[in-house]
């Protein structure tokens, strides 16, 4: 007979398996949680519920627990401070203060592959009143703040700083700033109930007389598109080596007076960094230092019907609103009916106007702005149409006698005043099948005899209205 053998090396997993319960509706999701047998996982614990602390004062004990999966026939431990284990629950006593990452390694040997798996916890015993370090920029310049950040700080209740230059601070992370070049040792002393730590560093950071950045532009401010040239005026006692101008989103230059043109409105953050021949390096930013407006023009945009027909009993109202202003101060409307509204709300209100004589209105909008050299202006020619009822039309026809032959070239002419009537349809009918849609005077002739009915209906949106008139005609003598 023969046995085969198969050796696995698959991490632990989860499997999540979807079912259908059967009868119901919804979707049951079911984790299944196994390991594969060949390969442990590796983690740990303290006996915390044994009166064991993972921080505290030196000396301090500590009882770590294997709660590794899988099948492990091997541990090795490392507690970060040079001492290793191979018990499975070691006990481990820390003498020195300080912050020590603790590793465990598990290991499967009984295969033809063996497995391993490793777990770090980092900074996962405090021991002692500590701190393990502290950073800060250790190249400044004279007058610059440096800020002082403690590192891993474990049972401290003071602090005590010394910059080097006869200063000092209690604060937990000061800011200090030295007045002198030269180079600074400095120390950091803090304790706590279990003690006090020292931190000395010597020749720490190196304080020199740094560039005094300063620049200035063209223009500051400006319409779309505008050209801004920038002038550096940084004054270094050892000279500028190089530049780099950050002029808006991803556009710098090295130049030592660059040139850019700005195509969007907005404003814009203009930063300079220069290194000298020391080697600092110094940034300064000017806050929304250029500012480019808007030319979006000006247009009329109605939000009401624009006509109507004249009632007895209620005004005729037209809202309108001011579209695409740009950068403006103010708006000025002409509502054509002698009435206008200056408007110095930004953003401008949306004017109500009440039209009470019939008539048709050109509405104009001006807009006033720093970018507008000259008046800016969109007109609605005929925008607003209030219309009347119409009278009954006239019209008189030529010859006058309203009679004639088959070779006389009739003319008609209407009688309507079209200064006081909107009419917005004619219509000419001969009573011979033909038809004119014509103001005129409109001109008509008749190639059988007899006696012809002529009207004249002349129609708005408020109503419609006819007049009749005859002609008679005979043969041609």
């Known amino acids: 007979m023969t046995r085969l053998r198969i050796s696995l090396m698959i991490l632990a997993a ?25 390969h442990p996982v590796a983690e740990f614990g303290i006996f915390t519920d044994s009166g064991y602390r993972d921080s505290g004062c030196a000396p301090l004990s500590i009882r770590f627990r294997d709660l590794s999966n899988g099948p492990r026939d091997r541990w090795l431990w490392d507690f970060g401070d040079g001492d290793t284990s191979n018990d499975t629950n070691p006990l481990h006593t820390y003498t020195e203060q300080g912050t020590y990452t603790v590793r465990l390694t598990v ?120 050209q801004v040239t920038f002038f550096d005026a940084t004054s270094s006692d050892t000279g500028v080596v190089s530049r780099q101008w950050r002029l808006n989103s991803g556009v710098f230059s090295d130049h030592q007076n660059p040139t850019t043109t700005y195509t969007q409105p907005g404003t814009y953050t203009i930063k300079l960094t220069v290194v000298d021949a020391k080697g600092a390096a110094v940034s300064d930013s000017i806050v929304d230092f250029i500012t480019v407006h808007d030319t979006g023009g000006v247009a009329i945009t109605p939000l009401t019907p624009t006509t109507a027909c004249r009632s007895s009993f209620q005004q005729f109202q037209v809202v309108l609103k001011a579209d ?20 110095t709300d930004m953003p401008p209100s949306n004017p109500v106007h009440a039209y009470i004589t019939p008539g048709k209105y050109t509405v104009i909008l001006e807009a006033f702005g720093p970018c507008y050299d000259s008046l800016q202006a969109d007109t609605a020619v005929d925008l607003v149409i209030l219309y009347d009822s119409l009278p009954e039309p006239d019209f008189a026809i030529e010859p006058a006698s309203a009679t004639g032959d088959t070779s006389t070239t009739f003319t008609f002419t209407h009688q309507v005043d079209t200064s006081l009537h909107i009419v917005t349809d004619w219509e000419w009918s001969f009573d011979d099948d033909s038809t004119v849609a014509a103001e005129g005077p409109v001109q008509h002739k008749y190639t059988t005899p007899g006696t012809y009915e002529v009207s004249l209906r002349i129609t708005n949106p408020c109503n419609s209205v006819i007049k009749i008139d005859t002609i008679v005609v005979s043969d041609t003598d």
Request: charged share 20%; aromatic share 10%.
């Open 324 to 343: 695409s202003l740009g950068d403006v101060d103010s708006v000025k409307w002409f509502f054509g009916d002698g009435t206008f509204f200056l408007d």
């Open 14 to 38: 989860a499997a999540i398996v979807a079912i259908w319960a059967p009868g119901c509706d919804d979707l049951i999701t079911e984790v299944n949680e196994y390991t594969i047998a060949g």
């Open 107 to 226: 290991y499967n040997t009984k295969l033809d592959e063996p497995g391993e798996d490793t777990e770090t916890k980092g900074r996962y015993v405090i021991v002692g009143s500590t701190v393990d370090s502290f950073v800060v920029d250790t190249v400044a310049c004279v007058g610059e703040e440096l800020t002082f950040e403690p590192r891993d700080i474990a049972d401290v209740n003071t602090f005590v700083w010394r910059f080097g230059d006869g200063s000092g601070s209690n604060d937990s992370m000061p800011v200090h700033a030295y007045t002198n070049p030269g180079i600074y040792s400095c120390t950091l002393t803090v304790t706590g109930q279990c003690g006090t730590k020292r931190l000395a560093y010597d020749s720490l950071i190196r304080v020199t007389t740094c560039p005094i950045i300063a620049f200035e532009a063209s223009d500051t401010s400006g319409c779309v598109p505008l």
